[in-house]
C-alpha cells in the first residue's frame, strides 16, 4: 500500500489550497484517515479526521477554515484548506487506516509528506 500525498505549495495569508491523498495497493477497505502536519521543532499533530462513514473532526485551531473530505471509489482523501494563516506552514502528511486484500486486520501507513508555506 502507499499513499501520495500532493497540492502544498506557497500561498499568500488569506489563500488557499487543497490537499490530496491517494492510496494505492491491494486496498481491501480503507477505514479512517487523517491528515497531520509537523512544523519545524513541534511535533506532528493531528489536524483533521475522517472514518470510514464520513464523521470529522477537526483541531480548534483550523475548525472553520479546513474541510475533509474522501472519495471512497477513488481511494481518495482532500483537505481542503481556505482562509491560511502563516502558523499553517508545515510538512502535511496523511495516514491511513488500511486492511489489505487477503487480511484480517488494518494497519496504518503514512504519506510522504508535503509542503505548506503561508507566507507574503
Known amino acids: 500500500v502507499q499513499l501520495q500525498a500532493s497540492g502544498g505549495g506557497l500561498v499568500q495569508p488569506g489563500g488557499s489550497l487543497r490537499l490530496s491523498c491517494a492510496a494505492s495497493?491491494?486496498?481491501?477497505?480503507?477505514?479512517?484517515v487523517g491528515w497531520y502536519r509537523q512544523a519545524p521543532g513541534k511535533q506532528r499533530e493531528l489536524v483533521a479526521g475522517?472514518?470510514?462513514?464520513?464523521?470529522?473532526n477537526y483541531a480548534d485551531s483550523v475548525k472553520g477554515r479546513f474541510t475533509i473530505s474522501r472519495d471512497n471509489a477513488k481511494n481518495t482523501v482532500a483537505l481542503q484548506m481556505n482562509s491560511l494563516k502563516p502558523e499553517d506552514t508545515a510538512v502535511y502528511y496523511c495516514n491511513a487506516d488500511v486492511q489489505v486484500r487477503g487480511t484480517f486486520w488494518p494497519n496504518k501507513h503514512w504519506g510522504q509528506g508535503t509542503q505548506v508555506t503561508v507566507s507574503s
Open positions: 495497493g491491494s486496498i481491501f477497505r480503507i477505514n479512517a
Open positions: 475522517i472514518s470510514s462513514g464520513g464523521s470529522t
